[in-house]
């Protein structure tokens, strides 16, 4: 099972980024190429008959699936990334972060108006950040198709902050 095979993937580091706080690691998953190949696959039937037009990626960890999977669904791939880092001409969202703000940017040519987008990072904590992704994707006249994410959090519930963009959630393996 999928599931099974992502759990014992992922290693859990104690107190990082800072104590409390057990982080899961994704990068051993990285050194799996069929285990790549099967949760790109599992991501893109998810999503199969949604009529997806775009992948937004999330800086950065969301680049490495994200970007297969829209290889894979043959559809073009959008980088939303920190302030600063895009080199064209942007349009921006700034959000609350448990200790200040963040602010996340998209190319204004990323997407077309109309356009039906999933949203994908490696982890699902609170909803913070894919909810500036999504904020992004409507500035740019998009719709959010959905949103997907190789771990979930869930007792963070950020699933929920996310249903007023798209009520399609889909994690691989929820915490």
Do not use: W
């Not at 969202?93 to 204004?108: D, P, Q, W």
């Amino acid at each position: 099972m999928l599931e099974q095979r992502i759990r014992q993937a992922i290693r859990e580091v104690p107190d990082f980024p800072k104590p409390g706080i057990n982080f899961k690691d994704i990068t051993p998953i990285l050194s799996d190429h069929v285990l790549c190949r099967d949760i790109v696959a599992e991501l893109c039937q998810s999503f199969q008959n949604d009529n997806i037009d775009a992948i937004v990626g999330v800086e950065s960890r969301g680049f490495l699936f994200g970007m297969m999977a829209a290889q894979e669904l043959k559809v073009p791939f959008v980088p939303v990334r920190k302030k600063g880092k895009l080199p064209f001409q942007t349009i921006s969202y700034a959000y609350a972060l448990e200790y200040g703000t963040a602010e996340m940017e998209m190319h204004v040519d990323a997407l077309k108006p109309g356009n039906n987008v999933m949203i994908h990072d490696d982890l699902l904590a609170t909803g913070g950040t894919a909810a500036a992704a999504a904020e992004l994707v409507q500035q740019q006249g998009a719709t959010v198709g959905g949103f997907s994410f190789v771990i979930e959090l869930a007792f963070l519930e950020g699933a929920a902050r996310l249903q007023q963009y798209c009520k399609r959630v889909v994690p691989l393996v929820s915490y």
